[in-house]
């Protein structure tokens, strides 16, 4: 018997079970035409609706500017703090925490009160990158940390600056590449997160492709189904791509 | 090469006094080892040269320029880490040319001085190889290259090889030394082992507790202690604590012979260092001559060519004892629990003024 035990054994079917069936029945329900009839034709007529690539497109446009301004503003600070203000690292965490013990809807009517410009801004659906970038911080917050934590940061930024590196080009060349699949994980948990964000993007009257799928839920069925099923899909694409880059990366943390 | 001068270097840390108003000086290409127990202040005044940490107090001048006020990366300081500081996405050959690259040269000559300088640490055959598929000397010996590829004005070295096995430190010591020799750079080195230091330096200098004892050639730290704490630190040996007495150190009711003891005041209490290479043994014969003392062997400990005998001082208090290194083949006679005399030349131990 190994470590696993008994009860082990028995929970591990149960829980595909609870996990898988739903997915089956989804999986057979949007194939479902009618009858005893099953075949493609809600994913052919959700294909043709001209909502699913431009809600798609959004929803990829907003994880990509979450992204972004994730890198540009989370990751400088984390570096700084690791390097020069270890003691602020409980407020990082707290920080960080935040996002998931205050309500989506509290977040929404909070940060619209508070962000009430530049004009541009407020018309435009990446008003919502302000928001998302609160949702994904936990999950790229804590990528990241674990990635930084397996560099001895301290020792290889003064080892470049000894050699003449500026701060600039000792995080391009040196903690970037090493944080490769760091980032690239918190990147593909961003997807999948800013993806599946329905709240803020309904509330703000947003196309995203969660609304365009609570919308097509509330009218065709199977195809509600079908639309779950590609959302699965595009997910797991994330996950997936986490764990082949993760994969594909060479050891770090100074070369032990 | 550089010329270095610290200048009353101080640095506290809440409130605790790190480095006391320090000054040291460094001749053009010698390499000069701080050498002091954990926490004397060794580490905090390597970072202050590379200009990691700012001193409260006092200046650092190379060349004939003050460059306190600047940053690490502005120094041309070359440096050597404790910990593997290899920047593990790159490969040797491009940790080497690092330095270079950052400052603008041409990719070319970025790549034959990398070359050049894996050549001169004898790993040409490992450019292509990545930090985690190099062992740790070599680790360290890339880390040297790299430090030499931005022809730095003075070469840093925190415990380069404290983090490596005893055998290859030995191997990359004698290296360090010949590179250094080599290329004639001016070079700190920090260490707690007293044996890389004493084997490596042109001049040690021994501190404790934010403070320079002594500032010597090794021999002169070796031989001729100038502070207690120094004579303690360095080397091994037996402290008696005595008085002086018609010209002898009176260590319980024993005179024991030094030379050094007249250089004190009739009655002053003062200890005794004899180094154990300096105690001759010979078996008890029934009286113990002048310039002997009665002692017991207590036992002894192999070290290969040489064999370390532990003493105990007859008619004496508890702890005070002596240790003498002899030839391996002479002190198999001496077993424990035998009875021996032993005695030194008049000119060997040190007398100091006991604190």
Redesign the interface.
């Known amino acids: 018997m190994n470590r696993m035990g008994i009860i082990g054994w028995l929970v591990l079917p149960l829980a595909a079970i609870y996990f898988i069936v739903p997915l089956v029945m989804t999986l057979a329900f949007s194939l479902w035409q009618g009858g005893s009839s099953y075949g493609f034709a809600s994913y052919r007529v959700l294909m043709g609706r001209p909502q699913l690539p431009s809600s798609l497109l959004l929803s990829t446009e907003l994880a990509g500017a979450t992204a972004l301004m994730l890198v540009v503003l989370l990751l400088p600070a984390m570096i700084f703090m690791n390097l020069y203000a270890p003691k602020l690292r409980p407020l990082f965490e707290f920080i960080a925490a935040l996002p998931f013990v205050v309500p989506a809807i509290a977040l929404v009517a909070g940060l619209t009160a508070l962000f009430t410009g530049p004009e541009w801004l407020l018309g435009s659906p990446f008003y919502l990158v302000i928001p998302y970038f609160f949702l994904a911080l936990p999950y790229a917050y804590r990528s990241l940390d674990v990635g930084l934590g397996a560099?001895?940061l301290t020792?290889?930024t003064?080892?470049?600056?000894?050699?003449?590196?500026?701060m600039g080009?000792i995080i391009r060349?040196?903690v970037l590449?090493?944080l490769r699949s760091a980032l690239v994980g918190s990147l593909l948990l961003t997807l999948a997160v800013v993806i599946g964000e329905f709240t803020f993007a309904n509330v703000l009257l947003f196309r995203t492709f969660a609304v365009f799928m609570n919308q097509i839920g509330q009218h065709e069925a199977t195809e509600a189904a079908a639309l779950v099923m590609v959302s699965f899909l595009i997910t797991w694409g994330a996950m997936l791509g986490v764990l082949v880059v993760g994969r594909g990366c060479?050891?770090?943390?100074?070369?032990? | 090469m550089a010329t270095v001068a610290l200048r009353r270097i101080s640095k506290s840390y809440s409130g605790r006094q790190v480095l006391a108003s320090l000054d040291l000086d460094l001749t053009s290409g010698e390499l000069v080892c701080l050498l002091g127990p954990s926490g004397c202040g060794k580490t905090t005044l390597l970072r202050i040269i590379a200009g990691f940490i700012r001193p409260d107090s006092g200046t650092v001048v190379v060349a004939g320029k003050d460059v306190t006020a600047l940053p690490p990366a502005a120094r041309q300081m070359g440096m050597v880490f404790q910990s593997y500081s290899l920047f593990p996405n790159m490969t040797a050959l491009d940790n080497v040319r690092f330095g270079p690259r950052v400052a603008g040269v041409g990719k070319e000559q970025q790549v034959s001085r990398a070359r050049e300088l894996l050549a001169l640490v004898g790993l040409t055959e490992h450019g292509e190889k990545f930090p985690h598929q190099l062992s740790g000397g070599q680790q360290q010996r890339v880390a040297l290259a790299r430090a030499l590829a931005v022809q730095p004005q003075m070469l840093l070295l925190d415990e380069p090889l404290s983090a490596l096995d005893a055998q290859v430190r030995a191997q990359l010591r004698e290296e360090i030394r010949r590179i250094q020799r080599a290329t004639g750079i001016t070079t700190v080195l920090v260490t707690h082992d007293q044996e890389e230091a004493l084997s490596m330096s042109d001049r040690v200098a021994v501190m404790n507790e934010g403070r320079l004892l002594q500032v010597a050639t090794p021999a002169a730290i070796y031989r001729e202690p100038a502070d207690p704490f120094v004579a303690r630190f360095i080397g091994a040996g037996a402290v008696l604590p005595g008085t002086i007495e018609k010209g002898a150190v009176r260590v319980a009711h024993v005179a024991m012979l030094a030379r050094a003891a007249s250089d004190h005041a009739e009655g002053c209490a003062v200890d005794l260092y004899i180094r154990p290479e300096h105690v001759r043994l010979e078996s008890m014969n029934g009286h113990i001559p002048p310039g002997s003392v009665a002692a017991e062997v207590n036992e002894t400990t192999f070290f290969g060519s040489l064999t370390r005998v532990k003493l105990t001082l007859q008619d004496m208090p508890d702890g005070h004892g002596l240790w003498a290194d002899l030839p391996s083949e002479q002190a198999d006679r001496f077993k424990p629990g035998s009875r021996v005399l032993a005695s030194w030349d008049e000119a060997a131990p040190r007398v100091m003024p006991r604190n």
């Open positions: 560099l001895d020792t290889l003064e080892a470049g600056q000894s050699l003449g590196a500026t080009q060349f040196v590449p090493n060479s050891p770090v943390g100074g070369g032990h």
